[in-house]
């Protein structure tokens, strides 16, 4: 697990950024290349460095016009890191150019006896991007200041709690619709850490943008124990709630708003294991405690043939287990698979 602390314009953050992480980024670079092959010495179809550069030329602009903070910070990483731009906004672009993958994660949330809103993720990867998350406590100008958890290299933020006391954690879902123009779904997550203070704040911004393919799910809580779940997809947008009190929601990586079920892509290569893990804690989730104890328990859980800590399953490993409480401004994270690790208290720095 990288640290990162970044304050000040788009910039200096992205510098701060790219000096602190700059071996990782590199390999991460290389990483995903290895996957645009298609290992008989070419390139997977729509994936050869002509085809990439010209999405990339794309993307820069249209962020650029949309967000000019976001290319200016892409901008400071590649600088700190001593890479070229283009390398880095790729990195960035990464499940927008290979369109078989998608962030593979397990969310659960609810609000406890108290009424303040407890909300848990798992972050699966692939076991080559294993130790690639940073802990990065962000001081943006004239935003919100935020703990979270991304990837070393680029501006995605799986998981964010904010000073105003909003909070998050996303999942991937894939969709066989593809759409010309919108924002890629995943430059969406910096946006609710940065501008919104509560559940209904994060669903009005995110219903502003259509998005060109796939989709996340977004646990969401805020500081006055509202919970809820949007997915936010290339077919739609809709968002669940806990029926009740003491009631729990909760979302692997395929669609469950009855909007959007059967928008999934049956080509996604860890359905089987998404809806085992859906198996998994719909029978398991009356016995959560609802507290710090009860989803950390929870994020430990080992079952066959997935569990929700996950050590090769699918081919995801559980790289850590992530408990937010968005009224005490507080995020644990676990440094390793969450079963051997323990939750370490991270909170925002308020200045």
């Not at 640290?3 to 992480?21: P, S, V, W």
């Not at 700059?22 to 995903?32: F, G, Q, W």
């Not at 859980?301 to 800590?309: A, M």
């Amino acid at each position: 697990m990288y640290y990162l602390q970044t304050e000040g314009d788009a910039m200096a953050r992205g510098i701060a950024h790219g000096r602190a992480a700059s071996d990782r980024i590199a390999v991460l670079i290389d990483r995903y290349r290895e996957d645009f092959t298609d290992g008989k010495g070419g390139w997977r179809p729509g994936l050869a460095p002509d085809a990439r550069r010209r999405k990339v030329d794309v993307w820069t602009e249209r962020i650029g016009g949309l967000f000019p903070d976001m290319i200016r910070e892409i901008e400071g990483i590649a600088i700190g890191a001593g890479l070229p731009f283009d390398d880095v906004f790729e990195l960035n672009l990464v499940f927008d150019l290979d369109e078989s993958t998608t962030p593979a994660c397990t969310v659960f949330g609810f609000a406890d006896e108290d009424g303040r809103a407890w909300l848990g993720k798992s972050d699966d990867l692939g076991k080559r991007e294993l130790g690639a998350n940073a802990i990065h406590h962000a001081a943006p100008s004239g935003k919100l200041r935020s703990v979270q958890i991304h990837f070393v290299g680029t501006i995605w933020t799986s998981s964010a709690v904010n000073e105003a006391g909003f909070g998050f954690g996303m999942t991937g879902l894939t969709g066989c619709e593809r759409r010309e123009g919108g924002v890629p779904v995943l430059f969406l997550l910096p946006l609710l850490a940065e501008r919104c203070r509560t559940v209904e704040d994060a669903a009005a911004l995110c219903a502003e943008f259509e998005i060109p393919m796939h989709g996340m799910s977004v646990l969401m809580g805020d500081a006055t124990g509202e919970v809820a779940i949007l997915e936010k997809h290339v077919a739609g947008q809709t968002i669940r709630r806990p029926s009740g009190p003491g009631e729990a929601v909760w979302e692997t990586n395929h669609c469950l708003g009855k909007e959007l079920v059967g928008k999934d892509d049956p080509a996604l290569p860890y359905l089987d294991n998404s809806h085992a893990r859906i198996d998994l804690v719909s029978r398991m989730e009356r016995d959560v405690a609802r507290s710090f104890e009860g989803l950390a328990q929870m994020y430990r859980t080992h079952d066959d043939p997935v569990g929700i800590c996950q050590h090769g399953q699918g081919g995801l490993h559980t790289d850590s287990g992530i408990i937010l409480c968005p009224a005490e401004r507080a995020m644990w994270a676990t440094e390793g698979y969450p079963c051997c690790h323990p939750f370490i208290r991270h909170e925002v720095d308020t200045g």
